[in-house]
């Protein structure tokens, strides 16, 4: 039998290795032509894998948060995708540029010897699969699974495994497209990137020709694939697939082909430095936790002789106000900027909608964040004693970005279980316990008699652990221009610049009281001031927060989005928003909030932020806003803020921690 040349080379391994980036050149050069076949190749893994799921239920029970079993409150499948990748990170998987992780944070260390691997991408922390897994779950199961259930639980989610791992290796080859592109054209890249020409960017690695050419092959091959040899319209008038081709179609042009261009995008416009995010606060605050979480470094085990290929951590910048961290984007210093939108406790940023109405900026994620608080005390408190786990049980809920989307993963439930610990036992009286109103107010039902009765108040987490590690004995409460940091005759000093001080009327000074101080906040303040953690069971009363991520560009589709809308109406009009809302009931858009703000200038005019599910890009939200625009349903302006991933919140308490 003849045997083509070039195929005995390939399987002999001295032609095209498997991975992209061992066939570079000697310059270190990517070639697109290898980048390319790879991809063709990527095509038929995932519609046989997606062919292999077809032929199970839908078995939603194996997506549902403790839907099967109370061994692990998470659902099946986030559960048996981080078990898989625990082992496949002992085989140093994730070791390998083109491998992303779906809970890179949970991960053990390689027990197999590093391995050198030739560097060709530049550093990053970019990775797509919470988008992915959101799409996958949400949109494509459904159409390719036959709904119902078939209890064949263990091998669907055997199946979800595979199909997420080619959908996740697909997306971010882009890393590798946008180096051979950005290679091959270098002066032409880095102006655009200079200038964080994100729309110039995409304009520049959009080959409408080839995206043509890959969705007829596409096509093509569901067709073969989907059906059984031999089996054609000529031989069977009833023909069946086994997955319809063009759902495999509508996905790479819906999802995977733009979800693997912003994956160039960002890469590129990371290409010529780190990534910048301007965040709200400063370092400690609420908004640092998010930044750091959705943009930060992960962890990484100091043990591990590995160091993860992907170790670029974005520049966070410290805002003193959100519309000066949406100036930053606008103004192209920043890429993003992070903004707290809401609060379980106090409802909806009223600055942040404001200036959001009056910026060009888009909403391109969201994310929630639960801080449970921490019982601390100064470092030097006589008797008492410190917990030996100071581990932070703070986290990111559901994430935009952004990755772990969905319930918390198993081993952070886990371990915030470990760290419930017993009431303190004071060797002196507890002259001040410093808090937020709103914290005290939570955890009001886990406060002994002695700690209610020497409750002070301060504007933030930060400021309590600021006045805690003064010694601050004042009893009373902190404003936004008085805090713990010095005046009303303490002499105590300024605080880092704060410009806070003391309010009440009635003081003592750290000589003249015996008595304990301590504060109720988060753990990350706690740590910044160098406090002593002695109780961390408060999780159960912590308000949940959504914080917004904000870009200079639109998202695209995930499947399961959430939009947000500018409403303005003209003053004086009687029933203009009710005709705006009339609009979207006859157009089936489903409209979930709808909060009214007056204008600063005159109080007869409101404006108001709609959310609605689905995209900006689905047909009925644009029908409506195109007929809203026109004028037809009144005369109410209508602008898009912004669509996203629907992030999931994790319900407060020890079983739900992120």
Known sequence: MQVDAEVRLTRSGSLNPPTVYYRVG???????????????????????????????????KVYEPGALTDRFPCPMLDYFLLESEKVHARMRRYTSPEEHAFFPDDLPIPILPPKAVPEVLNPNLINYNAKIKSYYTNVLLPLICRSGDDEEYGSAATCD???LQALSKRVHYGKFVAEAKFQ??????????AGKDADGILEKLTNRAVEERLLDRVRQKASTYGRDVGMTCATDSTLHFKVDPEVIVAAYRDFIIPVTKEVEVDYLLERCGPLKVAFVGEHSSEGFIVAKQ???LP???PRSPVTPPQTSSADLVSCQTVSKALQEVVAGQCHHAIVPLEDSRTGVNQGTVRALFGSSCF??????LRVPLVLAVPPDSEGVDGLEEPDSVGGVLGNGNVEGRGAASPSSQRKTRRLQTLHPTFPVPLDALWATEEAAEDSAGS???EMSSSLCFAPSHLEAARACSLKRYRKGSLSSSEGACGGGGEGSGSCGGSGLSGTSSSSSSSSSSSGLVACLTSLEAAEKFGLKVVRKDFEQFCGVSRWIVLGTRLSSKSGYDRTMIQLSSTPNEAGAVSLALEVFKRHGVNLTALYSFPERSDLTAYSFLAQADGHADDAHIQA?????????GGRTRVRILGSFPIAAQVAAGPSGSG
């Open 294 to 296: 959705l943009f930060g």
């Open 299 to 301: 962890s990484h085990d």
């Open 161 to 163: 495994i595979t199909c």
């Open 624 to 632: 409506a806003v195109q007929e809203l625009q026109s004028g037809e």
């Open 447 to 449: 406060l002994s008699a």
């Open 26 to 60: 000697k310059d270190q050069k990517l070639d697109l032509s290898h980048i390319r076949n790879d991809l063709i190749r990527l095509e038929e893994t995932i519609i046989f894998a997606l062919i292999e799921r077809a032929q199970f239920g839908l078995n939603l």
């Open 184 to 193: 091959e054209d270098t002066e032409t890249y880095k102006q655009l990137i």
């Open 363 to 368: 909403v391109v994620a969201e994310t929630f």
